[in-house]
């Protein structure tokens, strides 16, 4: 029992020292997909022109979503009319290039890892596209389209499927600060904790199991941190490999990330491995009922040679430049919560959650959350009524 306990611990621990970041993170998504329809995605999302790429993934960073949610609304945008490689974009930009994602690795790690995730993200994206546009032809997009059509279901379909912004016109401030505005800020504030908890708390308690159990001597020889050159070219490889198998995806790998980088993994590896939540078995599996058997494999190959490629990218300009920390001692191991200016920050945020909470649940949240793993049409209908049809819906 001691172990376990120790386990625990120190996930609690990392959960306190992040619980402010994710609200804030959550919150500013929350905001900007207050005041962006889903169909003016579409209709940015029409081909794989560079600067159309570009667009996708800044508006897919915007969308900020849970690796399943952000497949989901990527085969939704596919369906709608938006070009296959602008909608992988959107995916990668929706999940790896988030707000939340990139203070949670300052947080932990340090803000080197988050200038590498931004580097990186981009480039993995270049990566893609040019593997697309050598390897993937009509006829294979075609066959995926009519797979998508189909409508077979994943996970996530219904929080996918909601657009929940501010109905109506006027300035980004007077539709944001409106009643409406808030309560559409709620409702996505919401619904992204939903779809991202379970993902998270197993993240944590993987991390915390992994930091608690598992010596450093055994990272350290898998990794091969005694051989720096080995190491460099070994951890973008192995990177997506553990991201695959340990099932954690979107920000639950980030602790992982963390115990990892401790135990000897090289810059470029964590990088390649946090990209590698868009690679794990159950979305490889969704994959396959949206897309066909045979696309699949190609996203398999494809993603996974995009990564490597990005993780070696950022090794090379990283350490080029001198970025590269010198020391590996990102927060995994330390117990307990000590009164500092994380605690005041998590208890100011805390009160903003709780805040968006009774919002949520004053204007028809309960509803949402029963469809948020349901029919992506029955979500889509419950969504266009608007928000002053769902119940409960206060005016105040």
């Known amino acids: 029992m001691g172990a376990i306990g120790h386990a625990l611990a120190l996930a609690g621990s990392?959960?306190?020292?992040?619980?402010?970041?994710?609200?804030?993170?959550?919150?500013?998504?929350?905001?900007?997909?207050?005041?962006?329809?889903?169909?003016?995605?579409v209709r940015l999302m029409g081909d794989d022109r560079p600067r159309t790429l570009a667009v996708a993934s800044l508006l897919g960073a915007?969308?900020?979503?849970?690796?399943?949610?952000?497949?989901?609304?990527?085969?939704?945008?596919?369906?709608?009319?938006?070009?296959?490689?602008?909608?992988?974009?959107?995916?990668?930009?929706?999940?790896?290039?988030?707000?939340?994602?990139?203070?949670?690795?300052?947080?932990?790690?340090?803000?080197?890892?988050?200038?590498?995730?931004?580097?990186?993200?981009?480039?993995?994206?270049?990566?893609?596209?040019?593997?697309?546009?050598?390897?993937?032809?009509?006829?294979?997009?075609?066959?995926?389209?009519?797979?998508?059509?189909?409508?077979?279901?994943?996970?996530?379909?219904?929080?996918?499927?909601?657009?929940?912004?501010?109905?109506?016109?006027?300035?980004?401030?007077k539709r944001l600060f409106s009643r409406d505005g808030f309560t559409s800020v709620a409702h996505v504030f919401v619904m992204e904790w939903a779809a991202i908890l379970r993902d998270l708390v197993i993240g944590l308690l993987i991390a915390g199991a992994v930091a608690a159990w598992v010596p450093e001597s055994f990272?350290?020889?898998?990794?091969?941190?005694?051989?720096?050159?080995?190491?460099?070219?070994?951890?973008?490889?192995?990177?997506?490999?553990?991201?695959?198998?340990?099932?954690?995806?979107?920000?639950?790998?980030?602790?992982?990330?963390?115990?990892?980088?401790?135990?000897?993994?090289?810059?470029?590896?964590?990088?390649?491995?946090?990209?590698?939540?868009?690679?794990?078995?159950p979305i490889l599996n969704i994959y396959r009922k949206y897309y066909g058997t045979r696309m699949t494999l190609v996203l398999l190959g494809a993603f996974y040679a995009a990564m490597v490629g990005a993780g070696y990218l950022v090794e090379l300009i990283f350490g080029t430049a001198g970025l590269i920390p010198a020391q590996r001692s990102a927060t995994v191991m330390r117990e307990g919560i000590s009164w500092n200016y994380t605690t005041w920050l998590n208890i100011a945020f805390l009160v903003l959650a709780a805040a968006l909470l009774v919002r949520f649940f004053r204007t028809g949240g309960r509803d949402m959350l029963r469809m948020m793993g349901g029919s992506p049409d029955g979500a889509a209908e419950h969504d266009h009524s608007g928000h002053d049809s769902h119940p409960g819906h206060d005016q105040s």
């Not at 609200?23 to 500013?28: D, S």
């Not at 697309?132 to 995926?144: G, I, N, S």
């Not at 080995?230 to 990330?257: R, T």
């Open 14 to 41: 990392m959960t306190w020292d992040i619980l402010w970041a994710l609200v804030l993170g959550f919150l500013l998504s929350a905001v900007v997909q207050a005041v962006v329809r889903k169909a003016t995605i």
């Open 62 to 173: 915007a969308s900020s979503s849970c690796s399943y949610a952000a497949v989901a609304l990527a085969r939704s945008l596919f369906r709608k009319g938006a070009d296959f490689t602008a909608a992988m974009a959107f995916e990668i930009g929706s999940t790896n290039l988030v707000v939340e994602l990139g203070v949670i690795m300052a947080l932990l790690m340090g803000w080197q890892f988050t200038a590498a995730e931004f580097v990186g993200g981009p480039i993995m994206i270049v990566l893609l596209a040019v593997l697309f546009r050598l390897f993937v032809r009509k006829r294979l997009v075609d066959k995926a389209r009519e797979q998508a059509e189909r409508g077979l279901a994943g996970s996530m379909e219904g929080h996918a499927a909601m657009d929940m912004s501010v109905r109506g016109g006027g300035s980004f401030a």
């Open 219 to 281: 990272w350290r020889t898998f990794f091969f941190t005694d051989h720096p050159v080995v190491s460099a070219l070994w951890g973008p490889l192995v990177g997506p490999v553990v991201a695959m198998l340990s099932f954690v995806c979107s920000i639950g790998n980030v602790p992982l990330a963390a115990v990892l980088w401790n135990g000897g993994i090289s810059f470029g590896g964590v990088v390649a491995f946090i990209f590698a939540d868009l690679l794990i078995l």
